[in-house]
Structures are given as C-alpha cells and as structure tokens.
C-alpha cells in the first residue's frame, strides 16, 4: 500500500472518517461513523471528530470536510449545522481536539476533487459541476482541472425558495416523494444550472448516487449526466487528499488538480 492519508467528512447527521491510499483513492480501512451532536455547536463537533480519529489511532494529519464556505480554514456560513459555527476557525477547533494539524474545505469541493482525481470526471476538460445530494445539495465546480471553490450553488432561489429545500435527498424523503416526482423537482434544479453554467459534464454524488439508475435516467439536460464514482465516500476522500498536500495556499482561486500546479500551489 502507498501513501495514507486521513479524512473526515462532517455532516448535518453524521461524521464519518476512514484512511484513504492516495495512489488510488480508495478506502484503506472501513469507515467509521457516529451521530452528528445536537446541537452540532463547535466544540461538540470537534469532540466527534476527535472521536473518530482515536477510532483509528490517526495521528497525522487530518482533512476534514464542512458544510459551509470555508475561506482559509474558517466557517464563513452553516449550512445544516449551528450557526455558531459562522465565524469559527475550524482547522483550530478541530486541531485543538485531536491534537492534529487540519486542514478543512467545503465538504462539496472536498467530493469534487476526489472525483477529478480519481473519479468520473477524471481527465475531464471544461467545466464540470459536481453536485452532491444529502441532507442539503453541495455543489463544486471543476474547469480544466481547476477547482473554483466555494460555489454553493445548492442554494439557488428558484419558486421563490432556497431549492435545496425542495430538492436535497432530504427533502425527498420529508415529502414522501416517488422517484419520478423527486426527479420534476431535480430537472428544475439541474436545468437551471444548465442555463446558467452550461457544463460539458454533471457528476452526481451524495449517499442516495447509489440509486442514481432510479432518478438520473428521468433527468433531459444537453450535458451529460453520471453518478459520482465514490458515492457517499468523495468528501472523504478528497479531504485526505488536500491534507496531504500541506503546500497548497487555500486563500487562492483554485486548486489544480490535473497538473499539480495552480495559484493555490507555491512555488
């Protein structure tokens, strides 16, 4: 086995971390999981996290993922976690817990890079939009290689809402919704950002990816359309990934994933 690395992908219900071999970005152990705390404030969070690197006895660093806009480590929003965490420097809460340096992204861009790596936009030219559907709908955008991110594109107003609220994988099971009508809703979603973006390809990811021959056939868009690669395990994935490139500038625009070399890698 070659290089390991660690990830941890935070969630609105759930934390859940393996180790990953970043020859081939696939899990290296199984994944271990434990109930996101309520309320899911930052030192509760933290205290998971460190729950679940123990369970490993990790003691490199670590990569984790959040449902947020991350800006140099810290939470600039809450997407399905306390609004406490507005304001927080994560890599330092989760750092203090578990006694790890850390490195955190937006739980989105952290799937859409392990699908460029290694996934089903891997050698993909022009723009790829990963879309992640779970409790809220993640989105990265991916040109050439280069992750732009930070999109937060779940969170389009369309009917006069937050369509996340309408369209997540939550939202179908809140509603009690058949696959085909869960589809009318994600058609409005993706054809809207058809419009706006016109992507050459749409990945799709999040737990329920693994039923994607249910809703993605129902779907009429001009881009292709394809379930993620790793499913549910991307965030993790790409989160141990970044962690181990501790050269990448994170306050920059983009991460190069084809090439190595971006505005985000130094010199």
Same mark, same amino acid.
């Given at each position: ?19 990953? @071999?970043? @020859? ?23 205290? !998971? ?28 929003? !809450? $997407? ?27 739980? !989105? ?60 994988? !939550? ?11 869960? $589809? ?6 993706? /054809? ?5 973006? /016109? ?52 306050? /920059? ?15």
């Amino acid at each position: 086995m070659g290089r390991l690395g660690f990830g941890v992908d935070i969630g609105g219900s759930g934390i859940k971390g393996a180790v990953v @071999d970043l @020859d081939t970005g696939a899990l290296a152990t199984e994944r271990f999981k434990v109930l996101t705390p309520q309320p899911s404030t930052p030192p509760a969070v933290a205290s !998971a996290v460190a729950e679940v690197a123990r369970n490993f006895a990790w003691q490199g660093a670590i990569g984790c993922t959040f449902p947020a806009v991350v800006r140099a480590g810290e939470a600039r929003s !809450a $997407a399905n976690v306390d609004r406490s965490w507005i304001g927080t420097n994560i890599e330092k809460v989760v750092g203090a817990a578990t006694g790890s340096a850390v490195i955190a992204v937006n739980d !989105a861009d952290a799937a859409g890079v392990a699908e460029a790596t290694w996934g089903a936009a891997k050698g993909q030219r022009g723009l790829v939009v990963v879309v992640t559907l779970g409790t809220g709908i993640g989105t990265a955008l991916i040109y050439d290689g280069v992750l732009v991110p930070n999109s937060e594109l779940g969170h389009l107003e369309l009917e006069g809402v937050d369509y996340e609220t309408k369209a997540s994988a !939550a939202a179908r099971e809140r509603d009690g919704l058949s696959w085909e009508k869960w $589809a009318k809703r994600l058609q409005r979603y993706f /054809s809207a950002l058809e419009f706006y973006l /016109s992507p050459e390809l749409f990945v799709v990811g999040g737990g329920v990816s693994r039923r994607a021959d249910k809703f993605l056939p129902l779907l009429k868009l001009e881009a292709h359309i394809v379930p993620a690669s790793f499913q549910n395990e991307a965030g993790i994935i790409g989160a141990a990934y970044l962690a181990a490139r501790p050269e990448l500038d994170r306050e /920059s625009a983009g991460i190069d994933i084809t090439s190595g070399r971006s505005p985000l890698v130094t010199p």
